[in-house]
């Protein structure tokens, strides 16, 4: 049996006819809903999402801007935004910032449907790149490591930061390097981001037992990916 896709429904109206949604569920489309993403990036993320739907519907363009940003900062999955006729002519703005798709909010719901299967079809062909050492596998399509055959799943950053990292173990990448890499600046580290960032990551490692010593702080000069035999052999 194919996996079903994951979606998550962002401000669902409460005068919403949810019976539509209820039809995607059906169709090898798991659904959940959220108030907001804003908020989101604080809880450890459980599961990677395919799909995003943005239900537009009296949210002002700072809020959809807020959603959207944040979900493009963490996540990798595309981005629907349902929007009212009237206000298309802002669709050049919510591409520019990051959505993927822009739909009519009256647009059928079997139109969406389909739209959303037929890409997660493609994405079954597509081929995952797996980055692998012999304790670690990354995996850029969701987003995730694998340690000792258990899989958790980072935010974008977090990830990134470990593949940084990963391509040469046992050695201090710098806070600059660091921040070069995420952030493409030269002029500004950002050594409290980047903290912050190894914070989050290393409270998700905990969640596998023996991981908790990958992360390795090189005072006042950076972070370096341990990889060692004694590491091998704790797993």
């Known amino acids: 049996m194919d996996p079903k896709l994951i979606v998550e429904i962002i401000n669902v109206p409460e005068n919403f006819d949810k019976e539509k949604l209820n039809d995607l569920n059906n169709s090898g489309i798991s659904i959940s809903y959220a108030n907001s993403y804003i908020n989101n990036t604080k809880n450890p993320i459980k599961q990677h999402i395919d799909y995003f739907i943005i239900i537009e519907d009296q949210l002002s363009l700072m809020e959809v801007f807020e959603i959207i940003t944040s ?12 929007v009212e006729p009237e206000h298309e ?3 050049l703005f919510y591409l520019k910032i990051g959505a993927d798709i822009i739909v009519k909010i009256d647009e059928t719901w079997e139109v969406l449907k389909y739209m959303m299967l037929n890409l997660g079809r493609q994405k079954i062909y597509e081929k995952t790149i797996l980055t692998k050492n012999n304790q670690l596998v990354l995996n850029d399509y969701n987003l995730s490591v694998t340690i000792a055959g258990e899989e958790v799943f980072l935010t974008k950053n977090e990830f990134r930061l470990l593949r940084l990292l990963n391509k040469t173990p046992n050695i201090t990448i710098s806070y600059r390097e660091i921040n070069e890499y995420l952030w493409n600046k030269k002029d500004s580290t950002q050594v409290a981001n980047i903290a912050n960032i190894v ?27 341990n990889i060692s035999e004694k590491s091998k052999e704790r797993l």
Not at 71 to 82: A, C, S, T, V
């Open 89 to 91: 002519q802002q669709k």
């Open 71 to 82: 979900i493009r900062k963490n996540e990798q999955g595309l981005i629907f935004l349902l």
């Open 199 to 225: 914070f989050n990551l290393r409270d998700k490692l905990k969640q596998i037992e023996g991981a908790d010593h990958y992360l390795v702080t090189v005072r006042s000069k950076g972070y370096m990916l």
